[in-house]
């Protein structure tokens, strides 16, 4: 069965203070991985998509990454309007249904103290 | 208006009663989708519209109805709904609805409170 997991839930930062963030995925077959960032009361916002492993990309104090079995979201010296709930979600190989389809991860709630 | 927009952003239904959600992309895009987020819980797709074509839906119950007149506009339909079905439900479009890596956009959501 096609599963994303996101970790930890929920990650406290000082302003200046970097880390990263856990998506794990099993898919049978990987067409796409999504990172979005949601504010509370909002839709989500798409920051990247990555296809393969190996695969980098950047914007602003935000880099993800994509290994085979998970990806990254590190944050350099977030600042507080970097507080959101950050989603993961992949587009898998799935012969039986909309080959569009994401599933998504329970996300990671950040918070930038200043 | 730009992006995905959703109407209204916020309502609140007794079990009884019927309502509608909105939804209008304007992407130019050709599939649209609904999704549910309870809390705790992942975004769940409910439907999937390719050039107004359902074609796909994830064992919705009958309560929820979705109508897609044409490719900006997409429609959902509540009746009988239970507490349970209190939730944001998030609308998002896409080019093309089948394609590798393709991104999907989302509106703001409609916060629904059932009563």
């Known amino acids: 069965e096609d599963q994303v997991t996101q970790s930890p839930e929920a990650l406290r930062l000082q302003e200046g203070e970097s880390s990263s963030l856990n998506c794990s995925y099993t898919v049978s077959g990987l067409r796409g991985l999504f990172w979005y960032r949601q504010d509370p009361g909002k839709g989500p916002e798409f920051l990247f998509t990555?296809?393969?492993a190996g695969e980098e990309k950047e914007k602003e104090r935000l880099k993800a990454t994509l290994t085979k079995k998970e990806s990254f979201l590190h944050i350099t010296a977030p600042k507080p309007e970097d507080s959101a709930t950050y989603l993961c979600a992949v587009q898998a190989m799935n012969y039986g249904g909309s080959q569009g389809n994401l599933i998504f991860g329970k996300g990671t709630k950040l918070s930038v103290k200043p | 208006e730009t992006g995905v927009t959703q109407t209204p952003r916020h309502l609140v239904m007794g079990m009884t009663n019927k309502k509608s959600l909105k939804c209008e992309q304007h992407l130019g895009h050709n599939a649209m989708y609904w999704y549910k987020q309870s809390a705790k819980k992942p975004l769940e797709l409910m439907f999937v519209y390719s050039l107004e074509e359902r074609v796909e839906n994830n064992s919705v119950p009958s309560r929820f109805s979705p109508e897609c007149p044409n490719s900006s506009h997409l429609f959902l339909h509540l009746h009988t709904l239970q507490p349970e079905d209190s939730a944001l439900y998030l609308c998002?479009?896409?080019?093309?609805?089948?394609?590798?890596?393709?991104?999907?956009?989302f509106g703001p959501g409609t916060r629904l409170l059932v009563l």
């Open positions: 990555l296809y393969s």
């Open positions: 998002a479009s896409s080019q093309d609805g089948g394609r590798a890596g393709e991104t999907q956009y």
